[in-house]
């Protein structure tokens, strides 16, 4: 299929949606997922990268425990569906994952050789930390990362530019936690922190019950803009 990958690991095969810019090679994007797979909403982010010159690539994290997951962002049954996943899920095991995946966008004839890594959630999470344990990498973006604070102790293992996206009023990240992340990674000077006022958890996801235009906006200008620096 056009929109379907395959990427292969030492513990089998799993699926990834790619979607491609049309003037290529163009550097790569690794999307990554929240607690609802690789679903309509990580797949339109995947489309909005390749309308910005990237060819992006959202990996299906789950595939371990449930591949092919597709989780709606209105239903409480998707959501308690994607909460058991996000438990159970192996954070170790992802890093190799979403490694084996930038190794396989980088090599795609369709791509420069550049790869950064882009996540929500539990994907910003997993950002962080592919960033903070493998070096091949070339740029990092992470919105509002939940439990992020609990590895800033990884934060010295960090070498890729990072941008960061945190809501003031995150529910599921607490301002002393968003406070722990911005001390942690202040001395940095490859580390970008950005705060928006006033907005929730997950501000920027299409559709959701927080989605916030103008913030999202900005935050996704941002994104762009730090891509295309790095990215060169």
């Known amino acids: 299929m056009e929109n379907h990958l395959d990427i292969k ?3 089998g095969t799993f699926g990834a949606y790619i979607a491609r810019p049309v003037q290529r090679p163009a550097p790569a994007v690794v999307v990554l997922q929240e607690l609802f797979g690789v679903n309509t909403d990580i797949r339109a982010t995947c489309d909005e990268l ?5 060819v992006a690539v959202a990996p299906d994290l789950f595939w ?26 192996d954070r170790d095991a992802g890093v190799g994952d979403i490694r084996d995946t ?13 790869v950064a890594v882009l996540g929500y959630c539990l994907g910003a ?7 903070a344990r ?4 070339d740029a990092v973006v992470a919105y509002h990362g939940g439990d992020t604070e609990k590895y800033l102790d990884e934060t010295g293992g960090i070498r890729a530019p990072l941008l960061m996206h945190l809501a ?16 942690a990674l202040a001395s940095k000077p490859n580390a970008t922190v950005y705060s928006y006022p006033g907005q929730n ?11 916030n235009a103008a913030a999202a906006a900005l935050a996704h200008n941002r994104t762009y803009e730090f891509l295309h620096q790095k990215l060169q």
Not at 50 to 54: K, L, R, S, V
Not at 76 to 82: E, I, L, P
Not at 125 to 131: G, P, V
Request: aromatic letters at 10%; charged letters at 20%; hydrophobic letters at 30%.
């Open 9 to 11: 690991s030492s513990n």
């Open 50 to 54: 390749a309308t910005q010159g990237f």
């Open 64 to 89: 371990r425990q449930e591949p092919g997951v597709d989780l709606s962002v209105t239903s409480d049954t998707d959501w308690q569906h994607g909460l058991r996943l996000y438990q159970a899920y």
């Open 102 to 114: 930038i190794d396989a966008a980088g090599k795609l004839s369709d791509c420069t050789g550049k």
């Open 125 to 131: 999470l997993m950002a962080f930390l592919t960033a």
């Open 134 to 137: 493998h070096g091949g990498v």
């Open 168 to 183: 003031e009023e995150d529910e599921y990240i607490s301002k002393p936690a968003q406070a722990e992340i911005k001390a």
């Open 201 to 211: 958890h997950a501000f920027s996801r299409h559709n959701g019950r927080h989605y």
